[in-house]
């Protein structure tokens, strides 16, 4: 079993920046793929970004060239880099691991809540 635990977020006025943070623990190995969904009221699930074990990523198309992904193997960590936010980025952002390149996620944190608003 694995657990994933988030922090980070918070209030943000829009144009600012959060990062955001993700730890496994417990079975960690083979951890494929590490990212983030964020989920919005009244709006389907949304991938932000995804990150394997040897570095490739992946964003979703409203945060391309805004967001960055970082993943520390030796950690189990990810982290989001969350810069010129916007108030439609406001969601509960969960991070998620799955040991398959493809295929669903196995396990979700929590969700940390990010709010974009002046």
């Known amino acids: 079993q694995v657990q994933l635990t988030e922090s980070g977020g918070g209030l943000v006025q829009p144009g600012g920046s959060l990062r955001l943070s993700c730890a496994a623990l417990?079975?960690?190995?083979?951890?494929?793929?590490m990212g983030w969904y964020r989920q919005a009221p009244g709006k389907q699930r949304e991938l932000v970004a995804r990150?394997?074990?040897?570095?490739?990523?992946n964003y979703g198309d409203s945060v391309k060239d805004r967001f960055t992904i970082s993943r520390d193997n030796a950690k189990s960590t990810v982290d989001l880099q969350m810069n010129s936010l916007k108030p439609e980025d406001t969601a509960v952002y969960l991070c998620?691991?799955?040991?398959?390149?493809?295929?669903?996620?196995?396990?979700w944190g929590q969700g940390t809540q990010v709010t974009v608003s002046s």
């Open positions: 990150i394997t074990s040897d570095g490739s990523t």
């Open positions: 998620y691991a799955q040991r398959l390149s493809f295929g669903r996620p196995d396990y």
């Open positions: 417990g079975s960690i190995f083979r951890l494929n793929v």
